[in-house]
Every structure is written in C-alpha cells, then in structure tokens.
C-alpha cells in the first residue's frame, strides 16, 4: 500500500494494490453477546419496576380504547353500506 500526498488539491492518495491486505471492518467478527435468561427473570421483580409496568400498562389501556372505537366505527360503516342506497351513473 502506497499514499501519496498532492498538496496542490490537499488530497491524500491511497494506491492498493490488493484488497485483501486492506484492513476494513467487515473483516472482524465480534461474537455476539450472550443473555443469561434465568439470571433476568430471577431478578425480575415488578415492584422494582413501576415506571416500566405503568408505561406498559397505559400503552394496553391506549390501545384497548382504541380497538372499542374502532369497532364502533366499523359498525356505523356496515349501516350505511347496507342502507339499500345504490349510485346510478
């Protein structure tokens, strides 16, 4: 590998002759982490967690209303479908 400095355009020219003694990042491999899942639920306690549960909880409450208006919606739409009105063009 060659570099070259032109200081006339303030460049630095990189000359490779071969990819293969260029050192980039897909040529690591990192392990993944591993999770230790009885050590969590051990630890787990949803006591020491009230912010979490309360964010979930609103979250399923949010969309529990959500899905009743829906319905209702969805109801109102069956009735005008089946009205019997038909367009004529």
């Known amino acids: 590998m060659q570099m070259t400095w032109i200081p006339e355009f ?3 020219n990189c000359n490779c002759r071969n990819l293969t003694e260029l ?13 230790d899942f009885a050590a ?15 964010a979930l909880g609103g979250i399923f409450l ?3 209303i959500a899905v009743i208006i ?3 919606f969805d ?7 089946s009205s019997g009105m038909s367009l004529r063009l």
Not at 23 to 35: E, L, Q
Not at 40 to 54: D, E, I, R, T, Y
């Open 10 to 12: 303030n460049k630095i």
């Open 23 to 35: 050192t980039v990042a897909n040529s690591f491999f990192v392990a993944p982490n591993t999770i």
């Open 40 to 54: 969590v639920f051990l630890k787990f306690s949803p006591l020491n967690q009230a912010a979490v549960m309360g």
């Open 62 to 64: 949010i969309y529990i």
């Open 70 to 72: 829906v319905i209702g």
């Open 75 to 81: 109801r109102r739409d069956k009735i005008k479908v």
